[in-house]
């Protein structure tokens, strides 16, 4: 009985979760106008990391990573901040994706690795919080359209001068992309645990929604 209560706890919340993400935003090409009409060039982009399993280049990261990458050599971004720790896989994923940047031609000084984050709207708030902390002013999140949406209500309420740059996929198909070599094993973490074995299911989901992060702690 207990067991059938949770399931349909879970199934009511991932509703309410989902209609809060999906309705009443805006498109991903609006939400871009906006961003490029504030600022021409931003002083950071944030990233947030994908899971690097060994010698898969996840099309989630290729997608992420090639999009700040486009948007870097575009002008639009004067930094790129990845971020996301090790969570469920033994790779830190922003340092997977700092690799992946800079076989694509993005010189090493200007990416900064964000290490803590393992949810979204960690990725979201740390990453932030290191870009105001080193100084930066204009920042922007680049992600996919459905994390942007994931994470739109979250940065309004929390990060309210935080702009968004979601991928735009006919953007994204004419940029030219590979699938470079990357020397992935000296960033493996040697003592890991996944997230799967240290969080229950329902703790990892108040993660997810941001419940972990000690907001108390702002600034510098």
């Not at 009985?1 to 991903?28: D, E, G």
């Not at 280049?57 to 870097?72: E, K």
């Not at 964000?114 to 919080?129: M, P």
């Not at 740059?165 to 699938?179: A, E, G, K």
Request: overall charge positive; glycine content about 4%.
């Amino acid at each position: 009985m207990r067991t059938n209560i949770k399931k349909l706890s879970f199934f009511f919340f991932t509703i309410v979760v989902l209609q809060s993400c999906l309705l009443f935003q805006p498109s991903a090409s609006k939400l871009n106008r906006r961003a490029i009409r504030a600022n021409t060039s931003y002083d950071a982009i944030i990233v947030p990391g994908v899971p690097f399993v060994e010698k898969n280049w996840d099309l989630t990261m290729q997608m992420r990573v090639l999009w700040s990458i486009h948007l870097y050599k575009k002008g639009l971004a004067k930094k790129i901040i990845m971020s996301g720790s090790a969570v469920y896989t033994p790779y830190v994923e922003a340092e997977i994706m700092k690799l992946y940047a800079i076989a694509h031609g993005v010189p090493e000084q200007d990416i900064i690795v964000e290490g803590k984050a393992q949810h979204s709207t960690e990725n979201a708030w740390y990453g932030y919080k290191l870009a105001k902390n080193m100084g930066f002013k204009n920042i922007a999140l680049a992600t996919d359209p459905f994390q942007t949406r994931m994470l739109y209500r979250f940065g309004k309420k929390r990060l309210k001068d935080m702009k968004f740059l979601p991928v735009l996929f006919d953007t994204l198909r004419t940029l030219p992309h590979s699938n470079p070599e990357i020397n992935y094993e000296p960033l493996k973490v040697k003592e890991f645990t996944p997230i799967t074995e240290t969080q229950s299911f329902w703790y990892r989901l108040r993660g997810t929604a941001g419940k972990h992060i000690n907001y108390k702690d702002g600034f510098q």
